[in-house]
């Protein structure tokens, strides 16, 4: 574990950018980062660690005040296995398809101007359209950024299938024993990581490389440094901060839990179960704790068959991975915030602006022109506008992937923006054949 020193670092001016928000997820499709919450003031780290390895945090900290390409700042990563037969997901044959040409043309040339990296459309089974952009292939990994959170609130739900783990409620503090005498961390439960309602300091700008969000975030001991000082300014259950602490936090809990490695863990009983391929995950150091909440690096079909996944409650070619109910608990919003439950952002009452921060935070929002077509539709939701749409009702999955470029989103034709309902009511316009009955989302 590190010291107290305060004295142990320079104190640079404050960069423009919070680090954790462009990288790892601020309210998707916003610059939350450019926002700022004066109010929530500036609080130091004072745990300090060799000097080799502050003057690696500090060489990570300059590197991200202007470059956000995974393998500048990315480094080192862990394998994750995948399976060793992959196979790609089913095609539908063109008599097979449910969905109009029309409205697959339209979100292909949608995606196409929004700077998208893949879009692929899965309905009843089978693939009904996949689309590649730029350099991405359907076997090439892409940085998920927060499209890593769901696979956190998987790994949760595959622990504890396994009895690694007793249920969503177990506190945390079984695990991470440091908490026990903590009066408000011992509070946080495991579903708290989870909806973002661990009590934990919400987002904000950083304010300079003494700040804790910068060091929770690029630190090699980011994991200590979450643990140990990362502030808890609620109490736990009774408010809602999106913040990538507590998704990093999950990495530490299951590796306590199971007593396995996360990146192990996640490409044994999560992927590899799936027949889903490899990638990697970003370590703070050799052999040490990975970044949970952000950037996993796999093929864009990984997360398609995370969705896919989850529209069958947890069950995979008869397999059941997930807790009977567990699927349910992660659709299921707080009292707190009525679009987030664990993990997956849900429809929820029509509003025509959402972001990922609290509601009452005055922070950019990305647009939805229109209600969905379907209230039963709920989202992996991420930066740089990366989104995995799942209709029950209609047994579909629609899956967009993207890119991030200096600080924002790269660029667009002028004056558009991203449009969240887009992708999906034009597809469920265009469903020809096999259409089921779906509630439109409510005003």
Known sequence: MGKSNRGAMKIWPAPLLLIAAVLCGAPPGSAQAQVGQAADGLFEGKLTFSP???????????????????????????????????????????????????????????????????????????????????????????????????????????????????????????????????????????????????????????????????????????????????????????????????????????????????????????????????????????????????????PAENILRLAILTLHDGVWNGARLLPRSYVSAMKTPTAQNPYYGLGLYVAGPYIARRGAANLDRATPKTLHSEPYLAKDLYLFDGNANQVAYVVPSQNLVILRTGTLSTGNNAPRPKGVEWDNSFLPNVVLRGIVRDRRVSIPQSR
Request: with cysteine.
């Open 52 to 298: 080799e390895e502050e003057a690696l945090y500090l060489q990570r900290y300059a590197q991200a005040q202007s470059r956000y390409a995974a393998d500048e700042i990315y480094r080192p990563l862990e394998a994750i296995s995948g399976t060793a037969s992959w196979k790609p997901l089913p095609n539908a044959k063109p008599r097979e398809r449910t969905i109009s040409e029309a409205a697959l043309g339209e979100a292909k040339a949608y995606a196409a101007a929004q700077n998208s990296r893949a879009l692929i459309v899965w309905r009843n089974g089978k693939v009904e359209a996949e689309s590649y952009f730029g350099d991405l292939t359907r076997t090439t990994s892409f940085n998920t950024l927060s499209l890593s959170k769901p696979v956190n609130v998987v790994a949760v739900g595959r622990a504890i299938m396994l009895g690694k783990i007793k249920s969503l409620d177990q506190p945390v503090a079984d695990f991470v024993t440091e908490w026990r005498a903590d009066p408000q961390r011992a509070k946080i439960l495991v579903r708290h990581l989870l909806d973002m309602r661990a009590g934990f300091l919400a987002q904000l700008p950083e304010k300079g490389p003494n700040d804790i969000m910068a060091r929770s975030f690029l630190h090699p001991h980011h994991d200590e440094i979450i643990v140990t000082e990362y502030p808890v300014v609620n109490e736990p259950g009774t408010r809602y901060e999106y913040n990538n602490a507590a998704a990093d936090m999950v990495a530490v809990l299951i590796e306590r839990a199971t007593g396995r490695r996360y990146a192990e863990f996640v490409g044994t009983e999560i992927w590899q179960k799936l027949g889903a391929m490899g990638g990697a995950v970003w370590v703070n150091r050799e052999g040490g704790v990975p970044h949970a909440g952000c950037c996993m690096m796999v």
